[in-house]
C-alpha cells in the first residue's frame, strides 16, 4: 500500500564533500517551498536558493530544482537543493 508522505533525505553519501544533495518529494513538496526557501520555483529551472529555518535564517545557498508530479522519476513532486557538501550543512 503506498503513503501519502513527504519525505527528506540526503541524497549524497554522508561525510565531507563538495557538494551536497538534500531530496524532498510527496504531496507536500509545493507547500513547502515558501518555508524552506522563501518563493515558489519553476519546473525543471535551476535556480539560485537560500535554505532557510523554520525561524528564517539562512542556512546554505545553492541551486533549488523542483520537479511537479507526474514528471519527476518518483512520479511525486520532487525538490532538490543542491548545496554545499559536508555534515554541518547536509
Same mark, same amino acid.
Given at each position: 500500500?503506498? *503513503?501519502? %508522505?513527504?519525505?527528506?533525505?540526503?541524497?549524497? $553519501?554522508?561525510?565531507?564533500?563538495?557538494?551536497?544533495?538534500? #531530496?524532498l518529494?510527496?504531496p507536500? &513538496?509545493?507547500?513547502? !517551498?515558501?518555508?524552506?526557501?522563501?518563493? *515558489? !520555483?519553476?519546473? #525543471? !529551472?535551476? +535556480? @539560485?536558493? *537560500? @535554505?532557510? +529555518?523554520?525561524? %528564517?535564517?539562512?542556512?546554505?545557498?545553492?541551486?533549488?530544482?523542483? =520537479?511537479?508530479? $507526474?514528471?519527476? =522519476? +518518483?512520479?511525486?513532486?520532487? =525538490?532538490? =537543493?543542491?548545496?554545499?557538501?559536508? $555534515? &554541518?550543512?547536509?
Amino acid at each position: 500500500m503506498a *503513503t501519502a %508522505d513527504t519525505i527528506v533525505a540526503l541524497a549524497t $553519501p554522508q561525510g565531507s564533500g563538495g557538494i551536497g544533495v538534500i #531530496r524532498l518529494s510527496g504531496p507536500d &513538496v509545493p507547500d513547502m !517551498l515558501p518555508a524552506l526557501i522563501g518563493k *515558489t !520555483l519553476a519546473p #525543471r !529551472l535551476a +535556480t @539560485l536558493v *537560500t @535554505l532557510k +529555518t523554520q525561524t %528564517d535564517e539562512p542556512v546554505d545557498q545553492g541551486i533549488g530544482l523542483y =520537479f511537479p508530479e $507526474p514528471n519527476s =522519476f +518518483t512520479g511525486e513532486h520532487v =525538490f532538490e =537543493f543542491h548545496g554545499h557538501g559536508g $555534515p &554541518v550543512v547536509c
